[in-house]
């Protein structure tokens, strides 16, 4: 039977979610700004929590239907049988997102919506649900538009970034399904020699790893959907034996990791050996300024510092001024990535970008610039005669 679904994704990887979606089996899936909605049967479902790098969560609509004002939300969530999914037993959390809702209180929304469903339970089992804000095993989104409601229940749980493994984290992490994409539109394969010579707490070369041996993501966790009453416990079983045939075990690969941070590197350590990837991934300090290609050629993806996390806008304007020297330099054969969220960044890094694609890290816009140094770059025109 046909479900229909949607899965919110960092914005400007829609249209990569698209086409990972339809792999997994998705139906009709279609983007929109900040996620793709799709349908497909519960074993469809199952598997793109298990399987996808850049989903954020996959949310089961429930219903949807027009309102005019909070107690008409009141009436739409409490129409359905929320008892078929969940029990009283279960906690519970409401959230709320609106784009153009004339209603002036969000939190007065996500009090009706919550108020609908303890008192469904009320009606038809005596007694409700007790609300956890921290970690619920029952998550209802509620989303508005500027005349409509659609009901939501979340059948992931935490979030996907979350692999479910990661222990050292960095003061401004990078989302793991942020990374992930950004891997994706990097066009690295496999294969290629790469490298994050600012690899924080290693995020790039995790994802990295796991695509390489085709490790699922969602492998290292749990989902909330196996908490719900309607869960096909034997489907859900062939589908994490399928991935757990199919994937590699580890061994050394053409990946590097580096930072002028020692903590930093050892953060990445921990983190790797976490996540059973310690020996793929060669890793060492150094400074990306002075750092020497690992090969001839491959795929270089960083996220430099910007912003607060590097002080003082003086430091920044020295630095990327020199990065751009190293990349001309050293980095010939090379395709260099650099995501970033300072627009100062093209402006002093002294090199034209060959694209430049818009993403967001939550609610910041940055942009993944693509330089392709290739060889010849710093190679001065001969005189003329």
């Given at each position: 039977m046909s479900e229909q679904f949607f899965c919110p994704c960092p914005r400007g990887l829609e249209t990569l979610l698209v086409d990972e979606l339809n792999a997994l089996g998705a139906r009709d899936a279609a983007a929109v700004p900040?996620?793709?909605?799709?349908?497909?049967?519960?074993?469809?479902?199952?598997?793109?929590?298990?399987?996808?790098?850049?989903?954020?969560?996959?949310?089961?609509?429930?219903?949807?239907?027009?309102?005019?004002?909070?107690?008409?939300i009141y009436r739409l969530a409490y129409g359905p049988t929320w008892a078929k999914w969940f029990t009283p037993d279960d906690t519970l959390r409401v959230y709320v997102t609106a784009k153009q809702s004339p209603l002036k209180s969000l939190e007065f929304v996500t009090l009706r919506v919550k108020d609908a469903v303890c008192d469904h339970f009320r009606t038809v089992a005596g007694r409700r649900p007790s609300i956890d804000t921290a970690a619920p095993d029952v998550r209802v989104h509620a989303f508005l538009t500027r005349d409509t409601v659609t009901l939501y229940l979340d059948t992931s749980g935490d979030p996907l970034y979350r692999r479910g493994f990661k222990q050292a984290a960095v003061e401004a992490p990078l989302k793991e399904n942020l990374a992930a994409g950004i891997l994706r539109l990097s066009g690295w394969q496999p294969g290629e020699s790469f490298i994050d010579p600012m690899c924080g707490s290693g995020t790039f070369l995790i994802e990295a790893a796991q695509i390489a041996l085709d490790i699922a993501p969602g492998l290292g966790r749990g989902f909330a959907f196996e908490g719900l009453r309607n869960f096909d416990r034997s489907t859900w079983a062939a589908l994490r034996k399928a991935a757990e045939g199919r994937r590699q075990a580890p061994r050394?690969?053409?990946?590097?990791?580096?930072?002028?941070?020692?903590?930093?590197?050892?953060?990445?350590?921990?983190?790797?050996?976490?996540?059973?990837?310690?020996?793929?991934?060669?890793?060492?300090?150094?400074?990306?300024?002075?750092?020497?290609?690992?090969?001839?050629?491959?795929?270089?993806?960083?996220?430099?510092?910007?912003?607060?996390?590097?002080?003082?806008?003086?430091?920044?304007?020295?630095?990327?001024?020199?990065?751009?020297?190293?990349?001309?330099?050293?980095?010939?054969?090379?395709?260099?990535?650099?995501?970033?969220?300072?627009?100062?960044?093209?402006?002093?890094?002294?090199?034209?970008?060959?694209?430049?694609?818009?993403l967001f890290n939550g609610a910041l816009e940055c942009r993944l610039f693509e330089y392709r140094m290739v060889a010849g770059y710093m190679r001065r025109k001969a005189p003329e005669a």
């Open positions: 900040g996620g793709v909605s799709f349908a497909g049967d519960w074993a469809c479902c199952y598997r793109v929590n298990l399987e996808s790098r850049l989903a954020t969560r996959v949310l089961w609509r429930i219903v949807s239907g027009r309102y005019r004002s909070e107690e008409d050394r690969l053409a990946l590097y990791g580096s930072d002028i941070v020692g903590e930093q590197v050892r953060r990445s350590r921990v983190n790797l050996e976490a996540a059973g990837l310690a020996e793929c991934v060669y890793l060492d300090r150094a400074d990306v300024l002075d750092r020497v290609p690992p090969a001839a050629e491959g795929v270089m993806v960083c996220n430099p510092p910007y912003g607060v996390r590097i002080g003082e806008a003086e430091e920044l304007a020295a630095f990327y001024p020199r990065l751009g020297d190293a990349l001309k330099q050293r980095w010939s054969g090379w395709r260099c990535y650099l995501f970033s969220g300072d627009p100062a960044l093209p402006k002093l890094i002294g090199l034209k970008a060959a694209k430049r694609t818009p």
